[in-house]
């Protein structure tokens, strides 16, 4: 009993260092407003009840770029635009970063239904590939085929659904995600070690496909960016991620001023609560 007593008390350090590596150092996330008919929404991010970011405005087809944020639990709400900081939100979700992780978090359904949902985006591929999968957000077509090269990478994506990982050689390609209705085309580069998510979207006049950069390579952060060539009939892609920084920056430039007058408070508190030298 003894011997067993002490391999636990042994053990308890390495299990509480691996859970404190997993919340400690940088992850990623972004996020992402994917249903069709579901109005624009103001997102935020928490840590511990404090916003990080606010993104206001967050219309259908829209995704921010990656944003770094310390390893841990995070909590994300959306609320309709304009509504106050402090209303219930819509929809809320939670979501734990870890390390060198990335995620998107992504308004998805019809509004009836409508979910916020947490996805796992993987940073590295196999040698000398590149990885994709497809998120189906069309309601209008709300079953399509992709394919690459010609080549049926996803047979049947059905509304909201997001397909796994698959790799692909490095080259240059032609995809398409054709439906009943239509079909969106577009070529793209995938240079080896890039992860792309491509996001099928109902345009002004159609299918669109765009494409979402994940890791622009083995060793280099995530960006999260949309890179060009996006095929369909509507220009209706996600807009410059230059707003989005804008928005972050201002956002961290108020967490930091706030974090500032709480220190000040707290250090005034204390040095009112610190007692009188009454010489006794």
Known sequence: MLLAASALLLGVPAAAASASSATTGTGWIRLAHLSPNTPAVDVYLYS?????????HVAYGT?????????????????????????????STSVTINADHAYTVAGMGPESGLRLQVLDDQLTTPSGKSLIRVIQASL?????????GGQTIVPKATFASVSSYQAIPASTWTMQAIGSGGTATG?????AGTVHTMVV?????????????????????PVGGVTTGFGGTAGHGPGSPLPW??????????????????GRKAEH???????????I
């Open 269 to 279: 508190r204390n040095r009112v609560r610190r007692p009188l030298n009454t010489g």
């Open 201 to 221: 979207l109902d345009g002004a006049n159609g299918l669109e496909v765009i494409n979402l950069e994940d890791a622009a390579g083995a060793g280099k952060p």
């Open 63 to 91: 995704v921010s770029p990656y944003e770094a944020v310390s390893a841990g639990d995070y909590s994300v709400a959306m609320r309709a635009t304009g509504a106050s900081p402090a209303s219930q939100p819509v929809l």
């Open 187 to 191: 070529r793209w580069t995938m240079s």
């Open 245 to 262: 920084l804008a928005v972050i920056g201002a956002g961290a430039l108020v967490t930091l001023t706030a974090g500032l007058r709480l």
């Open 140 to 148: 209008k077509q709300q079953t399509i085929k992709f394919t690459c």
């Open 48 to 56: 511990f009840g404090t916003a990080q970011i606010v993104l206001h």
